[in-house]
């Protein structure tokens, strides 16, 4: 697997994915920059997405829905606050309404990819930033992720035992 | 915008029952067996009434479930509710490693 490492910083309401690719920074460039490249894997196979406009320039806004295994439409937008190509892209991520306005109060995702270039591969940094009080919610989903893994240790334990009584 | 299968909603539930530290303890300890509500509320330096709706957020997640004995509301711990979070969890965790390897995939044409 091409994945580092990830790490959850609740404090900082910060998600931090790092994964190096065989590949020069220039190509992995381009899965960001060509919406066409960007569509095969944003989305999982089961809610692929589909990006309808993608102004890919400082300031230009990306329009994409994913459609589920029922043909139902999940809308989001992009807003590009900083684009140098070919190491760095931050942009908003929001959710939209079916004429692409933005729902505001689902909350605000923010995102900064750096590609640097390591003895010929590309580490790619991807920092998921939550700002909003609906994204605060995602954030407490990490902030579970301690007690969780203590409880499902606790599970593993508790169906290995014999039933009390 | 992360999308899956499950609505928020039903996310939202899990994420909010198991992000106060009083909820996830309380779900450690009817993991090993079950509690009254009032041998739970003993437990903590609050009130009953309190204790009790913690409980009642989890229940309304499909984390424990509550049965009445008496006087007395048992209550336990519900696996299957506890192995979806799990699921779900990983799900939401999962979607950014998928998304490299994905992309792996496409650099891997040339």
Known sequence: ?165 | MVVDQVSDSELDRLFQALADATRRDIVARVLTGEYSVSGLAAEYAMSFAAVQKHVAVLERASLVTKEKRGREQMVRIHLEGLRRARRLLDDYEEIWQQRVARIDDILAEG
């Open chain 1, 1 to 165: 697997m091409p994945v580092i490492s990830s790490e959850k910083d609740v404090e900082a309401l910060r998600f931090t994915i790092v994964a190096e690719f065989d590949a020069s920074v220039e190509r992995v460039w381009q899965i960001w920059e060509d919406p066409r490249q960007l569509e095969r894997w944003w989305g999982p196979p089961t809610w692929p997405a589909t990006f309808e406009k993608h102004e890919f320039e400082p300031g230009g806004k990306a329009n994409y829905y994913m459609t589920g295994p029922e043909g139902e439409k999940a809308r989001g937008w992009w807003k590009f606050t900083a684009i140098e190509a070919p190491n760095r892209l931050e942009f908003d991520d929001g959710f939209a309404d079916e004429n692409w306005a933005p729902v505001d109060d689902m909350g605000i995702t923010h995102a900064a990819v750096t590609l640097e270039n390591i003895d010929g591969k590309t580490r790619m940094t991807t920092v998921s930033g939550f700002e909003s009080a609906e994204q605060l919610q995602k954030m407490l989903a990490m902030g579970m992720e301690e007690g969780m893994k203590e409880a499902m240790g606790q599970i593993d334990a508790v169906i290995a035992a014999p039933a009390p009584i």
